[in-house]
């Protein structure tokens, strides 16, 4: 009584290590605005969904190439979001044409 349950699981199928993430509250990325994003360490994928009407929505799977397993998230000052990897500190960019 009073417990929630979780909006996503994952199975140690999914991954071995997920680390959770951040909402992307930035303006540089309109398009992922509202998004949580969360990664494993251990497969490397990096994930997302929308929160809406108390549930998990239009999950997804992004490529981000070879930037290492990612171990943790942060946001700057002005809700531009990082994700932090063994090769180094990446921020979340909108994709060039």
């Given at each position: 009584?009073?417990?929630?349950?979780?909006a996503?699981?994952?199975?140690?199928?999914?991954?071995w290590?997920v680390?959770?993430g951040?909402?992307?509250?930035g303006?540089?990325?309109?398009?992922?605005?509202?998004?949580?994003?969360h990664?494993?360490?251990?497969?490397?994928w990096l994930?997302?969904?929308?929160?809406?009407?108390?549930?998990?929505?239009?999950?997804?799977?992004?490529?981000?190439?070879?930037?290492g397993?990612?171990v943790s998230?942060?946001?700057?000052g002005?809700?531009?979001?990082?994700a932090?990897?063994?090769?180094?500190?990446?921020?979340?960019?909108?994709?060039?044409?």
């Amino acid at each position: 009584a009073g417990l929630v349950r979780p909006a996503v699981a994952a199975d140690h199928s999914a991954g071995w290590s997920v680390t959770g993430g951040e909402v992307y509250r930035g303006s540089r990325s309109p398009a992922i605005h509202g998004r949580y994003f969360h990664s494993d360490s251990g497969r490397g994928w990096l994930r997302s969904f929308q929160f809406e009407s108390g549930g998990a929505l239009d999950h997804q799977e992004w490529d981000v190439g070879a930037i290492g397993s990612v171990v943790s998230f942060g946001i700057d000052g002005t809700g531009e979001l990082y994700a932090l990897s063994r090769a180094g500190v990446y921020r979340f960019e909108p994709a060039t044409p």
